[in-house]
């Protein structure tokens, strides 16, 4: 690996000194013209610019695919094979990390401009203050001339968009940027998390909702399919759980599903004033009667017997 990381450093970096494995380089990616901001490490190919306004980082095959524009496989070709995959497969990752950051630009609504928070108009007209709205980063594409939800992992990190189409008319109502990782994700577990007790919910949306009426601890599954890796997250960052599933029957099929997947957690089950389907259609005060009033999962069990 050495050797493949000094040739390519000889041919697009310039290195100003050599300190052990560490090359010290003038940056490429901004003005560095005297002390050499960038380090690249020989032995692991991990490379960092330490100046505060530039700040980039990242793998050996990531520096390569920037400075170049070529996949990095013709400098490595003499790597092992094990060893190069390992690395591009996390270079990927990176280049998706990054992928999803320019997107968070691209969708961003300033919320001090009247005229920005228009694009939420949609969201607005149905009860969403702008200022939860604002607290889960959603924006807008004008693109796909949608609402944007931004996805985050229980870590914090910016994992997908799930674009909500802001007329009744338009098809699909949601749409997923690719390869989206639904079935290992609650929709808001890294704010949740915090809790001993979670509340599920079923819609992508719903979740701002129960927020909203003052119970920040909500999770949601985004659909009425529970999968196992979503029960495995339940059943790690709870020690209680309040089940707030859609009035209909996929929403029965996801309460036995959590009941029966985290039978070990104390349990509740939210019931519905007559003729509401979702919290998406509650009020503020109708969501926390509901909370307040819900059953114990054995009395739900009873009811359906």
């Known amino acids: 690996m050495k050797e493949q990381i000094y040739k390519f450093a000889e041919e697009y970096l310039t290195v100003v000194s050599e300190m052990g494995d560490e090359l010290a380089c003038l940056c490429p990616f901004h003005e560095n013209h005297d002390s050499p901001a960038l380090y690249l490490n020989t032995v692991t190919g991990l490379w960092h610019c330490f100046n505060a306004s530039c700040g980039q980082k990242g793998r ?14 013709y400098i490595l070709q003499d790597v092992s094979s094990e060893y190069l995959e390992k690395m591009l497969d996390e270079t990927k990752k990176e280049l998706e990390e990054e992928r999803f950051e320019e997107a968070m630009d691209r969708i961003v609504i300033n919320y001090r401009d009247p005229e920005s ?6 969201l607005i007209d149905r009860g969403y203050q702008p200022s939860v709205l604002e607290h889960f980063e959603i924006g807008y594409s004008s693109l796909q001339d949608r609402v944007v939800i931004p996805v985050r ?37 890294c704010n949740a998390k915090q809790y001993d007790t979670g509340i599920i919910v079923e819609g992508s949306l719903d ?9 920040p601890n909500v999770v949601s599954t985004m659909g009425s399919t529970v999968s196992p890796p979503q029960l495995d997250l339940l059943n790690k960052y709870f020690s209680s759980l309040i089940i707030f599933s859609d009035n ?3 929403g029965e099929n996801m309460k036995c599903a959590i009941l029966e997947g985290c039978a070990r957690k104390e349990m509740h089950i939210v019931t519905y004033p007559e003729g509401l389907k979702d ?27």
């Open 279 to 305: 919290p998406g259609e509650m009020s503020t005060q109708q969501i926390q009667e509901a909370i307040q009033t819900r059953i114990s999962h054995l009395e739900f069990l009873f009811h359906k017997l």
């Open 153 to 189: 992992d229980e870590n914090f990190k910016v994992v997908g968009f799930i674009g909500r189409a802001i007329s009744e008319e338009t098809r699909p109502k949601y749409k997923y940027t690719d390869k989206f990782p639904r079935r290992n994700l609650l929709l808001n577990l």
């Open 248 to 250: 209909d029957d996929a």
């Open 207 to 215: 979740h701002i909702m129960v927020h909203q009426a003052g119970f």
């Open 117 to 122: 928070v228009k694009r939420l108009q949609y």
């Open 60 to 73: 050996f095959p990531t520096l390569v695919k920037r400075i170049t524009g070529f996949s990095p496989s």
